[in-house]
């Protein structure tokens, strides 16, 4: 068996990646060159040897991802041993991504540069395609296309040498879900992989067309597309790589159409198609514009989009429903969007930061069942210091291992930026909402995350409220889609209308569209409700409704979860009994002060409250701070039940106050 090192570098070899002589095995990512021509720096690699010997590689020049490594190291791990090896992916995992984010961004600074230095001109290549420039430019030798997202940004170019045989991208640069647009979208919307191909179906039939600049990125790019164009009909012009294994153009553009709604377009050559003709663009020079405009017009105005599958029901006897999976059960599910709303300073942060916290370690919170798992808390809206406080003040409360919540949260602070998600833009007079640079950061962040918090709907969705096409694509097509690529759950905080939160809003507690309600499978929220924080799931369709949680705020303002006042008619338990006695006792103490003329005050806070004018006439029990928790809850119910209720009342002075008045004195 050969040595861990010798493994790496043979695993480096057969990904095109030249092993530098001095392998650097401290666990942290390094550069190096790959094979071929202008290779140089061009890879990565990291590597440790401690515990299981363990790390990845990546070459950039090859389009495939980043690929892990571990040492055969000829017999099965330990448990303790998978433990360690998994944390330490983790942390490779994690370097990994800001490499990623740091090589893309100086992709993105070095495109802006070589686009702003580009010109127009006329280019060998386009003159042997038969084909306009249709917004490329001409750079040194080679012609030059941007690759771009939603938001206009260029994240890479590609290079097409005089002859056509070379085509590459900038290094370290990010091409997957970019494109480059041909046109301006009216009813029809075209994908081809090549910029010549989507040149002569552009000029052939004047639709607008999205290059992919591959197969592999036909899907990527259909999705991000969609989320823009969203009442456009999708025509994949598939190149026919008959000649090819599985004929990948075919393939791609097939299951990309499948996944966003389109139809699959490939090109007819006849009987006695030349060999190695495979796109539109041969097409064109083979048999002429008319021909490529005639086979896809016809093909687009035959072939209906079909976005209706028909259901088999002959297993209809043993149909099941596969289980939810939740983070939280029942309030977060797997794979869905869940809306947390509450008012200004009524504890929403506190209380996601608390679930998430839960779920670093596993640990139940208020009788609710907790996966153990990685979460991510994105604040666009208190800073690194807040929320840093919070937590700690989280983990002392709750008693909660920190290791575990260090290990397995990351906190994320937007708050340096407008932390908008996604914006309006308006396109020759059509407003449509595309996903900012800062949404597609989180989506690249998010990855194996369990649980994932936006914090909050305010600041990450800057388009129009009551707009519900724009609320939908926020919620079903951006977070919803971070959700499913991730199977976690993603919790999105929104403010409500106090209104809403002081009565309640027959359980529709969010502002703006009805999308809002309609396009999440789960809605929280957090009210008060004559004193007692509340928290509800008013709606859930993949399954039973939780049932209220009550919260009540400790002396160092974190939500903790109220005694739990649910009592059956025959049993009494010992939280029960001991609830009864604290509302005789606080009753007794009212009571009697009312029976002397003392104006018992409804204020919590300020140096005059219903707790100190009473506190003399109260048993030790409440002498404490649990104590004084427990009194403020036994109030809550009082006056729920309506055995005390408010008062207003004229002070000798004429000022306006508030004192408690019981049903009955005796």
């Given at each position: ?442 989506r690249i962040t998010a990855a194996g995350y369990d649980l994932i918090i936006v914090d909050n709907a305010s600041d990450a969705f800057q388009g129009n409220e009551s707009d519900r096409k724009q609320v939908r694509m926020f919620v079903r097509l951006m977070l919803g889609k971070i959700a499913q690529d991730n199977d976690a759950a993603v919790l999105l905080l929104a403010h409500i209308d106090k209104a809403a939160a002081r009565y309640g809003a027959a359980g529709n507690s969010y502002l703006g569209s009805v999308a809002w309600h309609n396009s999440t499978r789960s809605r929280l929220a957090l009210l008060e409700r004559n004193g007692i924080i509340e928290l509800s799931q008013e709606k859930l369709n993949l399954g039973k409704k939780s049932a209220p949680i009550e919260f009540s705020w400790n002396e160092v303002g974190i939500l903790i979860p109220a005694i739990n006042m649910t009592s059956t008619a025959n049993t009494q338990t010992t939280d029960a009994l001991l609830m009864q006695e604290d509302d005789a006792i606080v009753l007794a103490a009212i009571s009697n002060a009312l029976k002397v003329g003392i104006d018992v ?66």
């Amino acid at each position: 068996m050969a040595d861990p090192i010798s493994q790496f570098r043979s695993a480096l070899v057969v990904r095109g990646i030249i092993p530098p002589v001095d392998l650097i095995t401290d666990g942290t990512i390094h550069r190096c060159d790959a094979e071929g021509k202008g290779g140089k720096g061009d890879a990565s690699y990291l590597l440790h040897l401690d515990g299981i010997p363990a790390g990845g590689f990546q070459n950039w020049r090859d389009g495939l991802s980043w690929e892990n490594f571990r040492a055969d190291i000829s017999r099965t791990l330990t448990s303790t041993e998978e433990y360690a090896h998994r944390v330490k992916m983790a942390t490779i995992r994690k370097e990994r991504e800001t490499e990623k984010i740091r090589r893309e961004t100086e992709a993105r600074e070095k495109a802006k540069k070589i686009w702003s230095a580009s010109s127009l001109g006329q280019h060998p290549y386009l003159a042997l395609k038969g084909i306009s420039s249709h917004g490329s430019l001409v750079y040194k030798e080679s012609l030059v296309i941007p690759l771009m997202d939603n938001t206009g940004t260029i994240h890479s170019l590609q290079f097409i040498s005089q002859d056509g045989k070379e085509k590459k991208f900038l290094s370290g640069s990010r091409t997957h879900g970019c494109y480059f647009l041909i046109g301006e979208p009216e009813e029809m919307l075209c994908f081809a992989e090549g910029f010549a191909t989507a040149a002569s179906i552009h000029d052939a039939t004047g639709y607008a067309v999205a290059v992919t600049f591959n197969a592999g990125n036909l899907l990527e790019a259909a999705r991000e597309l969609r989320r823009k164009y969203v009442t456009q009909r999708l025509l994949f012009c598939a190149d026919d790589d008959y000649l090819g294994k599985n004929n990948p153009g075919i393939t791609k553009a097939t299951e990309a159409s499948r996944e966003v709604g389109g139809i699959v377009i490939k090109p007819d050559f006849g009987r006695d198609r030349p060999k190695g003709m495979t796109d539109f663009n041969d097409l064109s020079a083979y048999l002429g514009d008319n021909i490529v405009r005639n086979q896809i017009v016809t093909t687009a105005n035959q072939e209906a989009v079909k976005l209706l599958a028909t259901v088999s029901l002959a297993d209809l006897t043993t149909a099941i429903l596969p289980p939810t999976r939740f983070v939280i059960e029942p309030l977060l599910p797997r794979g869905h969007i869940t809306l947390l709303g509450a008012h200004g300073g009524a504890g929403k942060s506190v209380l996601a930061l608390i679930m998430a916290a839960h779920v670093t370690c596993g640990q139940k919170l208020a009788d609710l069942s907790i996966t153990c798992g990685r979460a991510l808390y994105i604040s666009l809206e208190d800073n690194a210091d807040l929320i840093r406080w919070r937590l700690r003040k989280i983990v002392e409360t709750y008693e909660l291992p920190i290791e575990s919540v260090i290990h397995n949260l990351t906190v994320c602070d937007g708050t340096g930026g407008d932390g908008a998600l996604a914006i309006e833009q308006n396109t020759f007079g059509t407003t449509r909402l595309v996903p900012t640079v800062l949404m597609e950061e989180i989506r690249i962040t998010a990855a194996g995350y369990d649980l994932i918090i936006v914090d909050n709907a305010s600041d990450a969705f800057q388009g129009n409220e009551s707009d519900r096409k724009q609320v939908r694509m926020f919620v079903r097509l951006m977070l919803g889609k971070i959700a499913q690529d991730n199977d976690a759950a993603v919790l999105l905080l929104a403010h409500i209308d106090k209104a809403a939160a002081r009565y309640g809003a027959a359980g529709n507690s969010y502002l703006g569209s009805v999308a809002w309600h309609n396009s999440t499978r789960s809605r929280l929220a957090l009210l008060e409700r004559n004193g007692i924080i509340e928290l509800s799931q008013e709606k859930l369709n993949l399954g039973k409704k939780s049932a209220p949680i009550e919260f009540s705020w400790n002396e160092v303002g974190i939500l903790i979860p109220a005694i739990n006042m649910t009592s059956t008619a025959n049993t009494q338990t010992t939280d029960a009994l001991l609830m009864q006695e604290d509302d005789a006792i606080v009753l007794a103490a009212i009571s009697n002060a009312l029976k002397v003329g003392i104006d018992v005050s409804t204020s919590r806070s300020g140096a005059v409250t219903t707790y100190t004018i009473l506190e003399q006439d109260l048993s030790v029990r409440f002498r404490t701070k649990v104590g004084k928790d427990r009194f403020w809850l036994a109030i809550n119910r009082l006056e729920r039940v309506g055995i005390i209720h408010r008062e207003a009342y004229r002070t000798p002075s004429r000022h306006q106050r508030e004192r408690w008045s019981c049903t009955s004195l005796a």
